[in-house]
């Protein structure tokens, strides 16, 4: 029996049937996918349609899933891929919902670990945190901070793992790391490719994207998004103060979008081919990495130098917003100091 291993799908629905064609399954073979089968790509209820009904396919929980549970529940606001979603799905939505809850966080196959965000060094399987496997901002926040180098150079066991959730070259091809890392997001819903790896032999196969299918969406709903950013103004009550303990949770939110603004453009820098693009094609690809972080537009003043906390004030509107801000942006610890009514 062969078992084929897909990346981040993203709704990219007509090259997953592409790459079931080059992949040749047999009947009774299986399909598992990482995890992040929604959002950003054109197809997301086809997707979904599709583990769910077909026999011998299985997911995982990405943190794009998970996003959806945690804002259907009102634990965070849902990013625009979130809604886009949403609204594909109409009235299925709960049951959607209902299957995306019951979906593992990690797999352990006898050949391999499946897990879609991260690992922690030297922490059993059964007790890692499930921001780190799903690989949230938080669980990624919480990897850097506790540890100097990424976690695949400090994962020493000896069994293969096989990950989704980050697009580590950015080229269309997969990561893989000393034989035993596996990184299968290759970015197919931003034109790059999809890709998959067959088990038990390790043999990967790839198909090419059909499109930027995130930007051609992000274009459609642009009406929408705007319309909604305009309701939220209207509903900011600027004479509220800002009392000294706002004032530091915005401090600690533009230090980390400052930080992590540095690190996504040196990590941009490091890829192959990104010198040689023109500066708008710099600021685009910049915009691709960010495009799912809340508050997305301080990581472009910060790019550009000109985060500065008049600005991140006037984005973020009300000083209640701190607080579920640096929720979303895993600065949960931070939080300590904030009193409720803030």
């Known amino acids: 029996m062969k078992i084929l291993v897909i990346g981040d799908i993203h709704g990219c629905y007509v090259e997953l049937q ?15 996918a990482l995890g992040d089968i929604v959002d950003r790509g054109p197809e997301s209820p086809e997707v979904l349609d599709f583990f769910r009904a077909e ?3 299985s997911s995982l929980m990405g943190n794009h899933e998970r996003k959806h549970i945690r804002s259907y529940l009102g634990e965070l606001q849902p990013a625009l891929s979130q809604r886009i979603t949403r609204h594909q799905l109409d009235d299925g939505y709960p049951e959607a919902l209902a ?17 879609h965000g991260y690992l922690e060094p030297g922490i059993p399987l059964e007790e890692q945190r499930e921001r780190v496997l799903c690989g949230t901002m938080g669980g990624d926040h919480y990897l850097r901070s506790k540890y100097a180098r990424p976690w695949y150079e400090l994962w020493d066991d000896e069994k293969p793992v096989i990950v989704g959730h980050m697009d580590y070259l950015r080229t269309g091809d997969p990561f893989i790391y000393q034989d035993r890392i596996f990184g299968l997001d290759t970015g197919c819903p931003h034109g790059r490719s999809l890709t998959g790896l067959i088990i038990p032999d ?14 051609a969406l992000r274009d459609q709903y642009r009406i929408e998004k705007s319309e909604q950013a305009v309701e939220i103004r209207t509903k900011i009550d600027f004479s509220e103060p800002w009392d ?16 992590e603004s540095e690190r996504l453009l040196a990590e941009l820098e490091k890829t192959s081919g990104f010198q040689q693009l023109t500066s708008r094609q710099q600021v685009k690809a910049y915009a691709e990495m960010v495009s799912e972080y809340p508050a997305e537009s301080l990581f472009h003043l910060a790019r550009l130098g000109k985060l500065s906390t008049a600005r991140a004030r006037r984005i973020l509107g009300d000083a209640k917003q701190v607080k579920v801000l640096m929720e979303q942006l895993g600065l949960k610890d931070d939080l300590e100091y904030l009193q409720d009514g803030v």
């Not at 299957?99 to 897990?115: C, G, H, K």
């Not at 530091?248 to 939110?253: A, E, N, V, Y």
């Open 55 to 57: 026999s011998g396919t």
């Open 202 to 215: 390790f043999r990967l196969i790839s198909v090419p994207s059909r499109g930027d299918h995130w930007s």
């Open 244 to 259: 000294e303990d706002s004032e530091r949770g915005l401090g600690s939110i533009m230090a980390f979008v400052r930080t």
């Open 18 to 32: 592409d790459l079931l064609e080059k992949a040749e399954l047999a009947q009774g073979d299986r399909i598992i």
């Open 99 to 115: 299957w995306m809850e019951s979906l593992p966080l990690y797999l352990e196959l006898p050949e391999a670990i499946l897990v």
